[in-house]
């Protein structure tokens, strides 16, 4: 690109002072997943809230912050992805559920069902197990 702006006639000095007019916009950077991970997880944590969290990925980026996954949490890797294999290397390191997924029907699947099954423990903890039955005379 250089040669092509020497070419045309441009100096460095030319060069500079059309950067200077142009505006250069700030990079807005995304925070890591680990650390949103960790934002939610102590927000819930505060406000006495029982949150469960489904983390779907497929990357190495994803690996590290699905450490920080609870018992209660769920991780759906993408089967014969570098997640995947990092995962299966080493399931132990897990404390959350793993389940994997080949393709968008089989993740759905999946995720509905997670969704049905932590509808049904939730609407089962509600549920008083010390109900005492109001007494009728006969």
Known sequence: MMKELHEQGNTIDDI?????????LPRVVP???????????ITSAAAEE?????YLGHD???????LKLKEE????????????DL???????????IHGWND?????KIILRLIK????????????????????SV
């Open 16 to 24: 500079v002072e059309v950067l200077k007019r142009a505006p250069i």
């Open 31 to 41: 925070p890591p997943m680990g650390v949103i991970l960790e934002r939610i997880q």
């Open 50 to 54: 029982d949150k469960r969290i489904i």
């Open 60 to 66: 190495i980026v994803d690996y590290c912050p699905s």
């Open 73 to 84: 949490d769920f991780i759906l890797p993408r089967k014969n992805f570098p997640m995947w």
């Open 87 to 97: 995962i299966t290397d080493n399931p132990l390191l897990f404390k959350a559920e």
């Open 104 to 108: 968008g029907e089989e993740l759905e």
């Open 117 to 136: 099954t932590i509808s049904v423990e939730k609407n089962a903890s509600s549920i008083s197990t010390d109900y005492k039955f109001p007494k009728m």
